[in-house]
C-alpha cells in the first residue's frame, strides 16, 4: 500500500496531513512572485513543511486510507503502523526516505531529520493549469537610420531583363507524358500479378483448412476424458517480523538464530521496495492469530516485533 499516494491526495484539501506516530505534513500558500531580470514567472502554490513532533492521530490519514483501500478504520490503522516502522528503520539506519510527488527526509550529523518538498507539484488547486514560464527582454531596434543612411549612399541601378528561350520545355513534357504511359502498363501488368498470386494463395489456404476440419472430427469421435484439478493457494498476508537486513547474508544468519531458539516457521520475506530483507517469525491467515503470537513473543523474546500485512 502506497501510504504516500494517499498523502499527496490529501494535501491538496487540507493543510495539514498527520502520519500517526511519525509527523505532519504542512502546507502554506506563496503568492506569484517574478525572479531573475524581470523576466521568469511564478503562479502561486503551496509549499510542503514537515514537522516531526506532530504524531497524533486526528483520524483524517486513517479514515481515508479505510475508503480509498475498501477496509475497516482498525486495520487502515494497523497498515498505516507498519509503513511508519519501515520509514522509521529506514531513517535511523542514515537511509534517504524518498516520498513520491511529496519530498525526501534524510538524517544530519545531529541524528536530526530533513525534509527538502519536491518541486513538481503544485497543491494548490487555484493554480491548477499555471506553469512557471520566462519572458524575453525586449529589445527594440536602433539601426533604422544607419539603413536609410546606406539607402541614400547606394544607388539601385536598374537593368533590362533578358528574354530566356524556352523551347526545351517542351521537349520535356513530351518525355513526362511518355513517362506517365509507361508508368501506367506496368502497374497495370503488376495489379494483375499479385490478383493472380493471391489467389492461389487463397486455393491453397481452403485446402488445408478442410484437411484439419476432417482431422479435428475423426479426434471428436474419439474424445480423451480431460481430468481437471483444483489448486487452491492458501494465503498468510500477516507477517510477525522480527528484523529486516540490508544484506542476504545477515538475514540467513537471523533466521539460524530463530530456528536455534525454537522458532522453526522462521523465514525470509522477498526484497521489498526499500532494498530490505525482512526476517519473520512466522505467517498467519487471519489477523487475530498474527496479534496474539505478537503479543506473546513480545513478552517472552523481542519487545520490538512487529506487524506487516501484505
Known sequence: MQIEKHISDLLYRYQCVTVPGFGA?????????????????????????F???????????????ALQEKMSYELAVIKINDVVNEWTYLLQNRNHLVLKNIGEISVNNEMNWVFEPTNTVNYLTDSFGLTPFVSPEITREVLKKEVEALEE????????????????????????????VGGFGYKSYYDQQITNETL?????????????????????SNP?????????????????????????????????????????????????????????????????????????????????AWLLID
Do not use: C, W
Not at 502546507?27 to 513543511?49: D, I, L, Q, R, Y
Not at 514537522?51 to 486510507?65: E, F, S, T, Y
Open 153 to 180: 549612399k547606394a544607388p539601385i541601378i536598374f537593368t533590362p531583363e533578358r528574354k530566356k528561350d524556352y523551347s526545351y520545355l517542351k521537349y520535356a513534357a513530351v518525355f513526362v507524358v511518355m513517362l506517365g
Open 25 to 49: 505534513f504542512l502546507t502554506e500558500t506563496v503568492s506569484a512572485h517574478v525572479t531573475g531580470s524581470a523576466s521568469s514567472f511564478f503562479p502561486p502554490k503551496k509549499v510542503v513543511s
Open 200 to 220: 492461389l494463395a487463397e486455393k491453397n489456404v481452403q485446402e488445408k483448412v478442410q484437411q484439419q476440419i476432417q482431422e479435428a472430427t475423426f479426434m471428436l
Open 224 to 304: 480423451i476424458p480431460s481430468v481437471e484439478l483444483a489448486i487452491v493457494e492458501e494465503k498468510m498476508p500477516y507477517h510477525l517480523v522480527a528484523g529486516a537486513y540490508r544484506s542476504e547474508e545477515n538475514a540467513n544468519k537471523a533466521i539460524a538464530e530463530l530456528n536455534a531458539a525454537g522458532f522453526e516457521n522462521a523465514k525470509m520475506l522477498p526484497l521489498n521496495k526499500y532494498k530490505l530483507y525482512p526476517v519473520v517469525y512466522g505467517s498467519f491467515k487471519t489477523l487475530n492469530e498474527a496479534q496474539s503470537e505478537r503479543r506473546a513473543i513480545q513478552k517472552s523474546h523481542n519487545a520490538e
Open 51 to 65: 514537522n516531526a513532533n506532530v504524531k497524533n492521530n486526528d483520524g483524517l490519514l486513517a479514515n481515508h486510507v
